[in-house]
């Protein structure tokens, strides 16, 4: 059995590092759980001098490592807490020195905290509960949207980053923006009122994009309101709802027809899709569509697949690496410095111990003397002393001459 399996080795078998094991567990991760979002409780919080935080996320079953780097922790509103819940957004991959998988944090938002989230939560529940939100009231958005209704606030830079975008692609429309607070407590009864004016208006509008950009839970509050959450769901006109950063949710989000992550990203599916068919009607006949699209997405995983593999390559994962091995290989520089000077102290304290044990006051006390001549010189032998010797006995409390008989 044992030939059998060593001539297997010889002709089959490859022998791995395991740093090469390693590598490749992490290249898995990191092509299959790429921009996740995982809930969990912090625990064993540790923030490092570097500026790094490492912790673990765990519920109740389960539990994994995690990393926040120095950079996206300046982008917080506040450090993360131990024991406190959150939605943590990143990547899973894995430290390579100790094959540790872990999700490396790019975004962390507290949850369950405020009255205004469980509001929130509650009026979610609610209107979803009667199927505002249900994927069968969503319309489809047009392929070719010539004229699109923007409301929004006229001095936001929500209003310059759309148009921005769709000029720099070549966008080829009319927008037509209907002003509207956007924050404070008139902003709800003005956006409704953009609304209404959209729908009565004389235009034969494609589309309408609600945007503005981020801010907290209270500066969003506007796009939450009961009312306009309604208007919106049953509005006509397909709806794009753009509403802050890509980690901010408000309910017009979930009543709109498509939910974009910012003001920037509608812009950019607006033209996508108008580029998209552009193309189609240049380069096809209608007869060959479904196959075009077929190789239109065929390219688009090739590209896929290429970013992927550029993002494999980028120094930027090997210097995260580095910089966790650091982090590591300082806090183990710190505790063989401790356990090395402990040692040493102790080494002091025996000797002193040693050294005290043969002071010669300190034997003098016990109840001994010791002899001297003339000269100061110590006497150690009996047989070194002469008759009529002049001696010097040192005792505790001073000293007595004497003549040797």
Not at 10 to 29: G, H, Q
Not at 159 to 165: A, L, S
Not at 180 to 192: C, D, M
Not at 282 to 311: R, Y
Request: hydrophobic fraction near 35%.
């Amino acid at each position: 059995m044992q030939s059998e399996l060593f001539q297997s080795y010889e002709e089959n078998s490859k022998i791995w590092k395991i740093s090469e094991i390693n590598s490749a567990i992490r290249k898995v991760l990191e092509q299959n759980f790429s921009q996740v979002w995982v809930r969990g409780e912090i625990s064993n919080l540790k923030a490092h001098s570097s500026g790094h935080y490492y912790f673990q996320l765990k519920d109740s079953n389960a539990q994994i490592k995690a990393v926040l780097f120095r950079g996206d922790a300046r982008n917080l509103a506040s450090p993360p807490k131990e024991g406190s819940e959150y939605l943590a957004f990143g990547d899973i991959t894995s430290y390579e020195a100790r094959g540790d998988c872990q999700i490396r944090v790019r975004h962390l938002m507290q949850e369950g905290v405020g009255n205004l989230q469980m509001e929130f939560e509650r009026l979610k529940k609610k209107l979803s509960n009667e199927g505002l939100f249900n994927p069968e009231k969503k319309k489809t958005l047009p392929r070719l949207p010539q004229k699109i209704a923007l409301v929004t606030s006229p001095e936001g830079a929500a209003k310059e980053d759309f148009i921005g975008i769709l000029k720099r692609r070549n966008w080829k429309g009319l927008v037509t923006l209907f002003p509207s607070l956007v924050q404070g407590t008139k902003a709800s009864s003005e956006l409704i009122k953009a609304l209404h004016s959209i729908d009565k208006s004389k235009e034969s509008f494609d589309l309408v994009v609600l945007t503005r950009g981020g801010g907290s839970i209270e500066d969003l509050w506007s796009f939450n309101e009961e009312e306009l959450v309604r208007l919106i769901s049953d509005f006509e006109i397909p709806t794009i709802s753009a509403i802050g950063h890509q980690t901010d949710f408000v309910l017009t989000d979930f009543a709109a027809d498509i939910r974009a992550e910012t003001p920037s990203g509608a812009a950019e599916l607006i033209s996508s899709l108008y580029i998209k068919e552009l193309e189609n009607f240049e380069n096809l006949f209608n007869s060959l569509k479904h196959s075009t699209q077929s190789s239109l997405s065929k390219f688009k995983e090739s590209l896929n697949m290429i970013e992927l593999q550029l993002k494999l390559l980028s120094p930027r994962s090997k210097l995260e690496q580095a910089q966790q091995t650091i982090d590591d290989l300082g806090d183990r520089l710190k505790i063989l410095t401790y356990n090395s000077l402990k040692l040493k102290k102790g080494e002091i304290d025996f000797f002193s111990k040693v050294i005290e044990g043969l002071n010669v006051q300190k034997i003098i006390n016990k109840g001994f003397c010791y002899a001297e001549d003339q000269d100061g010189k110590i006497i150690s032998d009996a047989v070194k002393i002469s008759n009529q010797q002049s001696l010097v006995l040192n005792f505790r409390d001073g000293t007595k001459r004497v003549s040797a008989s």
